[in-house]
């Protein structure tokens, strides 16, 4: 069990650029949230799945972002046509229901867009 | 809607002062309540919880107590550390509903020996 993994750690990009993250759960979780995190504040829930089914997706989540999670095992979150307020830390997290869904978050990647 | 509110920080003790962070939340239904903690440089970590009115939540010398007649979770410690020092998040979720985590802006504690 190496705990949930997010790559890239950090990202630079220019505003209108597309952006991909990747989030690997731990293995045999079923279920794997988005969070997006601004300085100071707390994190806000983006989406969230159950294997491979989106089940809810907050009203933060414009247009532009989309969110796949195709065999039910790692997920990718893509930003395109990025905006400056976009720049965030984006974490993930993992849950099953033998642990009572209880949320394991990876460290987060940072995105910063100028 | 769903909400939890905490005490601003910086909070700064003494090691070895007892540290209390209030949290106070605003839910339908009967939400389970959680700490999380967010060392430097690292990822949130689950510090404790608890599920149901009453029950006591703890972990590491942390305890919380799910009080619903006041709708609170107030972290405490009766000894702080230096290694305590991190950023604290309140945090709620209906597990009837959705389990999706509804986190407070976090409680930045400082420690100094």
Known sequence: DTGVSQNPRHKITKRGQNVTFRCDPISEHNRLYWYRQTLGQGPEFLTYFQNEAQLEKSRLLSDRFSAERPKGSFSTLEIQRTEQGDSAMYLCASSSPGQGYEQYFGPGTRLTVT | G???TQMEGPVTLSEEAFL???????????????WYVQYPGEGLQLLLKATKADDKGSNKGFEATYRKETTSFHLEKGSVQVSDSAVYFCALSDL?????????TGTRLQVFP
């Open chain 2, 20 to 34: 209390t962070i209030n949290c106070t939340y605003t839910a339908t239904g009967y939400p389970s309540l959680f």
């Open chain 2, 2 to 4: 769903n909400s939890v």
């Open chain 2, 96 to 104: 009837y509903n959705t389990d999706k985590l509804i986190f407070g």
